[in-house]
């Protein structure tokens, strides 16, 4: 197990997270560019070597009610890792309800044209589908077909 000085080190080596000490001489790290309300990416991370990590939105990791996953018995690799993963879930935003109804685990892209309108390009059921937004736009039997389409509407894979 890591002690505290060693986790600190390691949660140190990640120049966008932001140290703020709390009580008790615990520590959390804030990642103040996260695009949702959750900003401490390291929770509590108190002097007997205990602590945790947001992992709200990613999968492998047990976690509390909160989100968070006790990062007392990590080794140095594990504790990057999860740091890691933790800032980019962060960074990604979450698709809208109605996204993902239309997308589910299919295969998607995101194609942008130049007044920031976006489309879905969708394989399903052996067909790729285009939306705008929940609208059907266009269906074609190949990917090449669809692509040639997008590019010639004038959007680009985002």
Excluded: C
């Excluded at 959750?38 to 602590?51: A, D, E, F, Q, R």
Aim: hydrophobic share 40%; aromatic share 10%.
């Amino acid at each position: 197990m890591l002690n505290f000085e060693e986790k600190l080190a390691i949660i140190e080596e990640f120049p966008e997270l932001e140290r703020v000490n709390v009580s008790l001489g615990r520590v959390n790290f804030q990642f103040n560019e996260s695009v949702s309300d959750k900003k401490n990416v390291v929770y509590h991370l108190h002097p007997n070597g205990n602590g945790f990590v947001y992992a709200g939105r990613l999968q492998n990791y047990q976690t509390n009610d909160k989100g968070m996953a006790n990062i007392r018995d990590f080794s140095a690799k594990e504790l990057k890792q999860i740091i890691k993963e933790s800032i980019i879930s962060l960074t990604a935003v979450e698709k809208p309800v109605s996204e993902t109804a239309i997308i589910g685990e299919n295969q998607e892209e995101r194609w942008v044209n130049a007044e920031n309108e976006q489309l879905l390009l969708i394989n399903e059921d052996e067909a790729w589908n285009i939306y705008f937004g929940l609208n059907l736009e266009e269906t074609f039997s190949t990917y090449e077909e669809a692509e040639m389409f997008l590019v010639e509407e004038g959007f680009k894979r985002s």
